[in-house]
Every structure is written in structure tokens, then in C-alpha cells.
């Protein structure tokens, strides 16, 4: 079966190219918003296009549980802090210490473009150049994956549940207000 | 498509979350940045495991969304916590272990 002869459609193409334009400027406009809602509903839509391109990339369960898990869960939180926030940046860039943050954007920016050269540089090898074969049945699906998550991954699967618990414990006992008593918890959790 | 595009989707979108997290000031910026990181370290994962047909990377794209579940919790919790402490998120005004 020689499906890489084939070649990406022109759909898929005109899919992706939309998906990552979306998931790029989305991610743009979140880090420069002045507004924290602005960003959030940036992020939002990032992360619905994240969810686009898993899905063209087989991993239906996991762009099912991106819309899910952070543009349903983790966007309420956001939304609920900013709710008790609340502040705009008068000046959203720091300008205190610009030189050292300019020298560490340059710097990174370096090392993403020597990445970059790399993964370019090697499109051709087996793993790069072959997501366009069809994967077996069933991949990425709730059945195949969950199967996998209560076999070979039971242990780091019950550690998480356990981390998530202990997240939110932590959430509620630091985030809680000052108590009736008058003892605050703003110097340390009593 | 071919995996390298994907890759270097990711690639720039880890780049953006580091150029937010080095220059934004405000708290609840950062975290978002944060997330937009781990995304995108997902979305690698995802085209390797789709690459190699192996679907232990889904799993631990799994692990990683719960991770960031976790971390905006806890976050968020103390963003909240210091905003009622010193009436600002500003990162460059919460410094006291700086020096």
C-alpha cells in the first residue's frame, strides 16, 4: 500500500494551513492583549483550532478532551480569576530589565530557528514523512486509548488522579479568604 | 500532511509561549502562556505518536492535559492569593526574593 505516493489532498491541505493560522495568530493575539478577557477568548479559539489539528492528525479522543478539558475547565478558571482581578496592564510589556528579557527572546528565538533547520532538514526520515499513511484500526479512538490507559498505564493513570485531587485541595485551601475569626491566611496557609 | 509541518507548527507556537512568559508582567498572563506551551508540546507528541503509529504518545498528551488541569488550579489559587495580599499581580512588584 503505497499511500505516500498520494500525497496529501487539497482538503487536508487547505485544512491545516486554516487550522495553523488559527492556532498561531490565536496565540499571537493572547500575549499581546492589554485585556485578560480579550486574551482568554484568544486562547480559547487557539485552543478549538489545537483541537482541529489533532483531530486531522488521528487523535480524536484527544482533541475531543481539548475542548473538554481547556476550553471548557481551565478557561472557566481563568475567567473566574480575572472576575476577582481584574486589572488591565497599563503597560503590557515590562520595561524594567527589557535589555536581559530582549537578550533571552533572541536567544530563544536562535535556538528555535536551529530546531527548526533541523526538522526541516530531516522531513524525510521515516517517522516525518510517513504521518500520511493510514494508522491501524481504531487508532486514537476512546476504545483504543482507554484500553491502553487501564493496562499498561494503570499506575501513572491512579497517580494523576491522585495529583488532580491534590491540586485541588491546594486550589481551595490557598485561594480561601480571610477567615471569620480574623486570622488571614495571606502570610502562610494555618 | 507531512509530520514536519506539524512540527514546526509546534515549534513556533512553544516559541510564542516563551516570548509571553519573558515579557509580560502580569501574573495571569504568564500562566496562559504557560498553557499555550504545553500545547504545543502536545501537538509534537501527537504527530511523533501518529508518525511511529504508536499510540502511548496519546497517552501521555493525556497525562500533560490533566498536568496543566493541576497547575491552572494551583496557579490561579495563588495568583488569587496574592492579589488579596498586596492588591497587585504585577511581576516585577512581587520581588522580594529577588535580592
Known amino acids: 500500500m503505497n499511500v505516500i505516493l498520494a500525497g496529501p489532498s487539497a482538503l487536508e491541505k487547505i485544512a491545516f494551513v486554516i487550522l495553523a493560522i488559527g492556532v498561531l495568530g490565536g496565540a499571537l493575539v493572547t500575549i499581546t492583549r492589554k485585556n485578560a478577557v480579550g486574551a482568554i477568548i484568544a486562547l480559547v479559539g487557539t485552543f478549538c483550532a489545537m483541537a482541529g489539528l489533532y483531530a486531522t492528525l488521528s487523535a480524536h479522543f484527544l482533541a475531543v478532551l481539548q475542548i473538554l478539558v481547556y476550553a ?11 472576575m476577582i482581578v481584574n486589572k488591565d496592564d497599563a503597560h503590557p510589556i515590562a520595561l524594567r530589565g527589557l535589555f536581559v528579557r530582549a537578550a533571552g527572546v533572541l536567544a530563544t528565538g536562535y535556538m528555535f530557528y536551529r530546531v527548526a533547520w533541523i526538522v526541516v532538514r530531516e522531513r524525510q526520515t521515516d517517522v516525518l514523512a510517513t504521518t500520511i499513511t493510514l494508522p491501524i484500526p481504531g487508532y486514537g479512538n476512546v476504545a483504543s486509548i482507554g ?8 499506575f501513572p493513570f491512579e497517580a494523576v488522579s491522585l495529583l488532580l485531587l491534590a491540586a485541588v485541595v491546594a486550589g481551595v485551601l490557598i ?14 496557609v494555618a | 500532511m507531512p509530520g514536519h509541518y506539524y512540527i514546526l507548527v509546534s515549534l513556533a507556537l512553544f516559541f510564542i509561549g516563551t ?10 498572563f504568564v500562566l496562559m502562556s504557560l498553557e499555550l ?3 504545543a508540546g502536545s501537538l509534537a507528541l501527537l504527530t511523533f ?15 500533560v492535559m490533566a498536568l496543566a488541569a493541576a497547575e491552572a488550579a494551583v496557579g490561579l489559587a495563588i495568583v488569587v492569593s496574592v492579589y488579596r495580599a498586596r492588591k497587585t499581580i504585577d511581576l516585577d512588584a512581587i520581588s522580594e526574593l529577588r535580592n
Open chain 1, 175 to 188: 485561594a480561601r479568604p480571610t477567615r471569620p475569626g480574623g486570622a488571614t491566611n495571606s502570610g502562610g
Open chain 1, 147 to 154: 484500553r491502553l490507559l487501564f493496562s499498561d498505564f494503570l
Open chain 2, 19 to 28: 516570548v509571553g512568559a519573558l515579557l509580560r508582567r502580569n501574573a495571569l
Open chain 2, 37 to 39: 506551551q504545553l500545547g
Open chain 2, 49 to 63: 505518536a501518529r508518525g511511529l503509529g504508536d499510540q502511548r504518545g496519546h497517552v501521555v498528551a493525556f497525562f
Open chain 1, 72 to 82: 471548557g475547565a481551565i478557561m472557566v478558571l481563568f475567567i473566574f480569576a480575572v
